[in-house]
């Protein structure tokens, strides 16, 4: 599948190749904040009906493509995809979130814990990748991604969301091999889970840490990173002889830049707390930055919005390497209005920073 990429900047944004803006695109862009969204949803039913269908996840993926000239499309898909081909039977409850079924509970159940079949148990991801990517026809780049094993495993052995991972924490400490144990199959379930969304045509992929934040310094480094260094190293680099760029984004992970840089990720994720022109001081050249506005922003006026895209422009200075994005996904409470400020003032205002 070879359709000339029309826009690449994102990809060389990536790879700190130079490029005419700064490039961007939103965490939960194609989400409930769009009316048309809202629509497709109610037509697939539920949420799962959306992701399970491969035509409903295409269509709901190049929406906000429709509306703003976004630089990138992300896979319409949900981290939660792995452990419910695990078989813990993921469901969603109206206004509760995400639900497993069988939880991991007991040491039984843990090792009983296998990789799923990819080609399989998650064909209607690979088949929604290889459709988007057609649909798109090289009009942007198509983001892969998948959960990193220590978020998947919180709601593995929480059952849900969690407020204080007490369960999670508490097999950490009290049964450290066998957390060990989830996360190194959850690890090969992500490392083929990713692979085969390259091979089915992601241009790029990301691994969402989003409660690496959670850990203590030394339980993030054990526990997380170490894992997310494995996915790294596995990843397919290359693919048509085109490069295949990665993101890490741990949510509230500032504190641990520069061990989130050693991974070999091409580019690091950062959530709102972190001065993005201290972090690049930080990593110095050896990433590109990806973030990193307050999506609580968007419920500025447009010139608010405006002030802080060339707040964080300037902050983070001259030349490539940086991918704008907002520090988490974005409200379902946004006025899309306000999205396009934000897509209009990333693209004529980063302009002269290039």
Request: a negative charge.
């Amino acid at each position: 599948m070879n359709f000339k990429l029309k826009n690449d900047t994102f990809l060389r944004a990536l790879l700190r190749q130079p490029t005419e803006y700064t490039p961007l695109w939103m965490m939960r862009q194609a989400g409930r904040y769009l009316p048309e969204y809202r629509e497709t949803r109610k037509r697939a039913g539920s949420f799962l009906g959306l992701c399970k269908n491969p035509d409903y996840a295409t269509e709901v993926t190049l929406q906000p493509l429709e509306r703003f000239p976004l630089d990138a499309a992300i896979l319409f898909s949900d981290i939660l995809t792995v452990p419910d081909a695990m078989g813990l039977g993921l469901y969603f409850s109206e206004g509760e979130g995400p639900k497993f079924e069988r939880p991991l509970k007991t040491e039984a159940d843990i090792k009983a814990l296998r990789v799923p079949d990819i080609g399989k148990e998650l064909k209607y991801v690979t088949d929604a990748v290889t459709q988007i990517r057609k649909a798109l026809d090289g009009r942007v780049p198509l983001i892969g991604f998948s959960g990193s094993p220590f978020t998947l495993s919180c709601y593995m052995v929480e059952g849900g969301g969690s407020d204080d991972y007490a369960k999670v924490k508490t097999l950490m400490y009290n049964e450290p091999k066998l957390m060990h144990h989830i996360l190194e199959v959850t690890t090969q379930a992500v490392i083929a889970y990713l692979n085969a969304q390259i091979e089915a045509g992601a241009q790029a992929v990301m691994i969402f840490d989003s409660w690496g934040g959670v850990l203590s310094h030394a339980a993030f480094h054990e526990f997380s990173l170490a894992y997310t260094h494995r996915i790294v190293a596995g990843l397919i680099k290359e693919k048509d002889g085109v490069r295949i760029p990665s993101i890490v984004f741990t949510k509230g992970g500032g504190l641990w830049i520069e061990s989130i840089a050693d991974t070999g990720c091409d580019a690091v994720g950062l959530d709102w707390t972190i001065d993005i022109g201290n972090a690049r001081q930080r990593v110095g050249d050896r990433v590109a930055l990806q973030g990193n506005m307050d999506p609580a922003v968007l419920f500025a006026s447009p010139d608010a919005i405006h002030a802080e895209v060339e707040r964080i422009l300037g902050s983070y200075g001259y030349g490539s390497g940086h991918v704008f994005n907002l520090g988490h996904g974005i409200s379902q409470h946004t006025n899309p209005e306000h999205a396009a400020a934000l897509v209009a003032a990333v693209h004529e205002l980063s302009r002269k920073y290039h």
